[in-house]
């Protein structure tokens, strides 16, 4: 049962504050000593849409603007309260249980309250999305994409290309500097849950390891919603040629979820924190398999077989070989220029394939 649902306007109000609050610390901190500038704002249009605006010269200081639409927000909101009763019915216990066998774990971290939950799983969702737009403005995305108006590069998410799908080397460079941004998002934002809840200040330092867990299973859970929300802009499945703008939900996830649990244990062991490899990979899978299934079942919005939504492993997906050479090829390609673009932002945030899935990928 919700315990608390905010309004409308609440949700607008914490948004913006939290926003508002992220944008000023990085204004104030980081852009200020690049000598450049980051300004936020909303849209009211009703989409679930967000986007990010460059004018740096080549060369130059950032000069970037986020923008979010208020829709956007309220949806995450009302996904997060919507996935949180999913996770606690009898139904999805009982899926939880057969699906996932012994690595079952709990539908939702016991470390939280219901309300917890919900509101951990919206900011989550929310700066995950905020970050997403800063990746693509890290790494200058825009120009390497090229732009009709070369003052100005503008990278929308729901891209307005219905009547323009992107076909070839375009469509190729989307892709691949959509995954990119995935990758400085989720980066950015486990590294700030792990400065709020490992050995922070918000928590003592035995519930500190617990509870980045639990956040990290909301982000996963609001990964599997947001990829799918956006899903307007991507291809149907991970095919050749690339088309579009977005790649499919499923191919985010399966790049997201190793990246989560492998980053996240990096940050437990740097902290002193071992909770074991195996729990956290079966805790990202079951975030990410019982996300997907909210959205495409419980939401109604796709027709596909179960067992597609799954996460499996890149090894274990033959049928994405050709899509991934094409993205890897492309990355290998244009990251030189990315690289140099770059304006700040550790190197774990640098979109990357191992080498034993570069191997996998280009054999025959
Ligand atoms: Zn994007």
Redesign the pocket.
């Known amino acids: 049962m919700i315990l608390l649902s905010r309004t409308d306007h609440e949700i607008y109000e914490l948004a913006n504050r939290v926003l508002t609050d992220i944008t000023e610390k990085m204004s104030n901190g980081l852009y200020k000593r690049l000598n450049g500038t980051l300004s936020f704002g909303w849209a009211t249009a009703p989409k679930f849409n ?1 986007w ?1 605006e460059s004018k740096t010269f080549v060369g130059g200081p950032p000069q970037h603007k986020i923008f979010l639409h208020y829709e956007l927000a309220r949806i995450l909101y009302r996904d997060a309260e919507g996935f949180c009763t999913f996770a606690l019915d009898s139904q999805t216990e009982h899926l939880i249980n057969t699906t996932f066998g012994d690595n079952a774990t709990d539908p939702l971290p016991e470390c939280f309250t219901l309300d917890d939950c919900i509101n951990n799983m919206f900011l989550a969702s929310l700066t995950w999305v905020y970050f ?2 800063l ?2 403005l890290m790494q200058e ?1 825009g120009r390497v994409r090229g732009s009709p108006t070369p003052d100005k590069y503008t ?1 929308q ?1 729901l891209d307005a290309h219905a009547a323009n799908i992107l076909t070839g080397l375009q469509a190729s460079i989307s892709h691949a ?2 995954l990119a ?2 990758f400085e998002a989720t980066t950015q934002c486990l590294m700030a849950s792990a400065q709020h809840f490992l050995r922070g200040p918000l928590v003592d330092e035995s519930d500190g390891a617990e509870v980045f867990i639990g956040n990290v299973y909301l982000l996963t859970c609001s990964l599997a919603c947001i990829f799918y929300r ?1 899903n307007a802009g991507s291809t149907a499945c991970a095919e050749i040629p690339v088309t579009g703008s ?1 790649p499919n939900p499923i191919y985010r996830l399966e790049v997201a979820a190793p990246h989560i649990y492998e980053f996240s244990e990096i940050l437990l062991k740097a902290t002193g924190f071992d909770r074991g490899r195996n729990r956290l990979v079966s805790m990202t899978k079951q975030a990410a398999d019982l996300g997907s299934f909210f959205c495409n079942y419980k939401r109604s919005t796709g027709t596909e077989e179960t067992i597609h939504l799954f996460v499996k492993g890149f090894l274990q997906r033959p049928e994405f070989k050709l899509y991934s050479r094409e993205i890897i090829t492309i990355w290998d390609k244009i990251y030189p220029d990315i690289s140099t673009a770059r304006h700040f932002g550790s190197e774990l945030g640098i979109m990357h394939f191992t080498e034993d899935y570069r191997k996998f990928v280009f054999s025959e």
Request: avoid cysteine; charged fraction near 25%; glycine fraction near 6%.
């Open positions: 967000a990010a997403h737009e990746g693509h995305h990278i998410e500097t959509e941004a995935d956006f977005h």
